[in-house]
């Protein structure tokens, strides 16, 4: 069993920035990701990382504005975002799963999700 715990949502103004953090513990796997749903939309991949070694990989629409990142010793991932518009307002979940993929089916496990709304 994993359990998953975001933190780090909140309000703020485009060109702000927030940090989010996931907290895992339990069973450990192979790749964390990052994705987020809008009110009517479908639920899209944001980013992801692998434990060991920290490949990630992230989603077009965010590259140069978000960064992905671990603390191995901490079992926390975090996703940094600079530079936010207001199209990014969502709700972010954290996700576990047994390889790095931009497929949300392939996600085994999720956290609550964090709002984040970014203001113009």
């Known amino acids: 069993q994993v359990q998953l715990v975001e933190s780090g949502g909140g309000l703020v103004q485009a060109g702000g920035s927030l940090r989010l953090s996931c907290a895992a513990s339990g069973r450990t796997f192979y790749a964390m990701g990052w994705f987020r749903q809008a009110p009517g939309k479908e639920r899209e991949f944001v980013a992801g990382i692998i434990w060991s070694g920290g490949v990630t990989r992230s989603a077009d629409f965010v590259k140069g504005r978000f960064t992905i990142s671990r603390d191995n010793a901490k079992n926390t991932v975090y996703l940094q975002m600079d530079s936010l518009k207001p199209e990014d307002t969502a709700v972010y979940y954290c996700?576990?799963?047994?390889?790095?993929?931009?497929?949300?089916?392939?996600?085994?496990?999720w956290g609550q999700g964090t709002q984040v709304t970014v203001s113009s």
């Open positions: 996700a576990a799963a047994p390889r790095l993929t931009t497929s949300r089916y392939d996600y085994l496990y």
